[in-house]
RNA sequence: GGAGAGGUGGCUGAGCGGCUUAAAGCACCGGUUUGCUAAACCGGCGUACUGGUAUAAAGCCGGUACCGGGGGUUCGAAUCCCCCCCUCUCCGCCA
């Protein structure tokens, strides 16, 4: 959400941002629901000032020992003079009351009316970010690693998964319909090695690590910018009126929603793992092989809230993209970092990097981390706020990025470690969550 | 799910129709004084929307709303009525 005096100075340049974002939203009727909105407020905040005058007034006359009562005794007045002139008041202000009601009914409609189209508005993509219709037009940062090659024919993760015993996707499916899978043996123990590789990367570099619900209620979808744009990419548990949330992103995020928090207690660095839900619509026959898009999923996610200070959002920018890479350096994996393009950014975000992982079987890279500023986009939606030096309360800024996702890291972790025999060995910072596992064969199993 | 008790500013807590402009205390900020830490005294101290004015910024002067949320009664509601939510205690169920 944006500052609505924002907008009204800067209506071209959301338009432009929804353009490039392609977004669609309405800022004219925006501004003219605003205008009408601040205009009901006047006439309202004018009748409710006569309205309580005049009520104390009453009160008062009403009242033997208040000033002024005993003026108008002083005055020379009775009191059935003072009673009749009390009861003129009220008359009178039984009119106000009467205009004050329909009055009432319009500010609840406008105010409304305002509210959800202010849900809709887009943060404006920051200048480096290059215009774009969608990812094919995301631009290269750099590649690090190098592909490896190989002597002998690759099996994609799939056919090594089931070979080895350790994926089988027909009982997920048998259990969950399509995109689901289940993991047997060393692939369970796999995927929580790198979990806990990865939580134990973070609480190394200062990330406080955190257990967070993932069923949240709606307030907490809007304020992260997930709904109402996203609401048909969410299991919704309707009867609680709660949604199961596509990351962890969003119960850290919202953690501090509604806070004053003191400028000493930031920056707040956060990690936690948690289970993924995604419904995936609109993505029907899109990656349908293997691990690569399922409907759950756990992933580490770090989320960082800050001052409200673009240099610092920046700076820690770089560390949670730094913190990503550096994991996928220890395990190895080639990978390239891009920019990524307006029409492929959040309605909230301000610049977003994808790490791509290379997936052989895919024969190019395919994104596994997405690390996003959000500057005060989410914290206003979220009442997110901190008292800064000069006692001034402000939004707080807030970004996040991933750490792993799993199964989705397992594609390249297995398919670039086969070996001829079919068999995949354990990267060494694996190993120590595998019990020790160097090779994961099908006697492994 | 059932019964009871509660939800008031950053925190504690009073108020239960109009001298409430939400008391008081703590915390916090500014000042005075005492050679330091501390104490005492004085002053300040919420959030949101909004009007005016001014500026390089800040600000200054007003208005309205907000005492868990939403309705209602009343000239007037933190206070009375209705609905909902949440927390706590006990019971039930349960990993």
């Known amino acids: 959400m944006l500052d609505i005096k924002f907008i009204r100075e ?25 205008a009408e909105r601040r205009k009901v407020q006047q006439d309202l905040d004018a009748l409710r000032t006569k309205s309580r005058e005049g009520g104390e007034r009453i009160g008062q006359l009403r009242n033997p020992k208040s000033k002024i009562h005993k003026d108008a005794v002083a005055a020379g007045k009775s009191a059935a003079d003072i009673k009749a002139e009390a009861e003129q008041l009220q008359s009178e202000l039984n ?12 500010d609840r409609r406008v105010v409304e ?9 887009p943060q404006p993509p920051a200048s480096e970010v290059p215009v774009g219709k969608d990812d094919t037009e995301n631009v290269e940062i750099r590649k690090v690693g190098t592909v490896p090659e190989f002597d002998f024919e690759l099996k994609d993760h799939v ?49 406080t690590p955190m257990q967070v619900p993932v ?26 009126e709660m949604s199961l949330v596509g990351t962890a992103e969003v119960p850290l995020t919202a953690f501090h929603s509604g806070e004053i928090l003191s400028e000493e207690e930031l920056p707040i660095k956060m990690v936690a793992v948690s289970p993924c839900f995604r419904r995936e619509a609109g993505a029907a026959g899109k990656d349908t092989r ?20 673009e240099a610092e959002s920046l700076k820690f920018h770089d560390e949670i993209l730094a913190n990503a890479e550096g994991l996928l350096q220890d ?55 901190y008292k800064d030096a000069n006692r001034k309360t402000r939004f707080c800024h807030t970004l996040n990025n991933t750490v792993i996702a799993a199964p989705r890291i397992l594609i390249p972790i297995l398919e670039l470690n086969q070996t001829p025999e079919g068999y995949v060995r354990v990267p060494k910072v694996l190993q120590p969550y595998m019990r020790g596992m160097e090779v994961i064969t099908a006697e492994a199993k």
């Not at 009467?98 to 009432?104: G, M, R, T, Y």
């Not at 069923?215 to 609680?240: H, I, K, N, S, W």
């Not at 293997?290 to 200070?309: M, P």
């Open 215 to 240: 069923l949240v209620r709606e307030e907490v979808m809007y304020g992260t910018g997930y709904f109402p744009t996203g609401r048909d990419q969410a299991y919704l548990c309707e009867r609680d």
């Open 113 to 121: 009316q305002f509210e959800s189209l202010m849900w809709t508005i």
């Open 331 to 385: 395990l190895e994996l080639p990978y390239r970092v891009v920019n990524v393009c307006s029409g492929d950014l959040g309605q909230g975000q301000v610049q977003k990097f994808d790490i791509e992982t290379w997936m052989p079987s895919r024969n190019s890279y395919g994104e596994t981390h997405s690390a996003s500023r959000f500057y005060e986009f989410q914290a206003r939606r979220l009442k997110l706020r």
């Open 290 to 309: 293997g691990l690569y898009r399922i409907h759950l999923f756990d992933k580490v996610e770090q989320v960082i809230i800050c001052k409200n200070d």
């Open 10 to 34: 800067n209506a071209e340049l959301i338009k432009q941002a929804a353009a490039n974002k392609r977004i669609s939203c309405d800022v004219d009727q925006l501004i003219a629901v605003d």
């Open 159 to 207: 056919e090594l998964g089931e070979q080895l015993g350790i994926i089988d996707i027909e009982r997920g499916v048998k259990l969950s319909g399509s995109r689901n899978y289940t993991l047997k043996g060393a692939g369970a123990l796999l995927y929580q090695a790198v979990l806990r590789l990865a939580m134990d990367r973070m609480i190394d570099r200062g990330f």
């Open 95 to 106: 009119d106000v009351k009467a205009q004050i009601k329909p009055l009432e009914e319009d």
